[in-house]
Nanobody, 124 residues
């Protein structure tokens, strides 16, 4: 089992930026696709962005396309989510997840491991 630890969340104003990080333990990080998901109060956990094992393929939810960028550093066992032009509707707990396969992780049912989450709050 891989342990995932997110960081980088916080309070930001509308239009601001934040960079989330997800550090993974273990030696299998580079073999699997990863993803970011978010959950707002009273709502389901939704897909935000996903990346394949090498970082060559990325996918995004329509709501964040052009504003968020997912990336990974397999040497550092770390995945990132650069969030620009933040909006109040981006407010949520953000979770990183490791997939069961090498491809992009975009379905939460295919996640093998989850982090504990980091809170992102965007004020208007």
């Amino acid at each position: 089992q891989v342990q995932l630890v997110e960081s980088g969340g916080g309070l930001q104003q509308t239009g601001g930026s934040l960079r989330l990080s997800c550090v993974a333990s273990g030696r299998t990080f580079s073999s699997y696709g990863m993803g970011w998901f978010r959950q707002a109060p009273g709502k389901d956990r939704d897909f935000v962005a996903g990346i394949n094992w090498s970082g060559s393929i990325t996918e995004y939810a329509d709501s964040v396309k052009g504003r968020f960028t997912i990336s990974r550093d397999n040497i550092k066992n770390t995945m990132y989510l650069q969030m620009n032009s933040l909006k109040p509707e981006d407010t949520a707990i953000y979770y990183c997840a490791k997939g069961r396969f090498a491809g992009v992780l975009r379905q939460k049912i295919l996640a093998a491991d989850w982090g504990q989450g980091t809170q992102v709050t965007v004020s208007s």
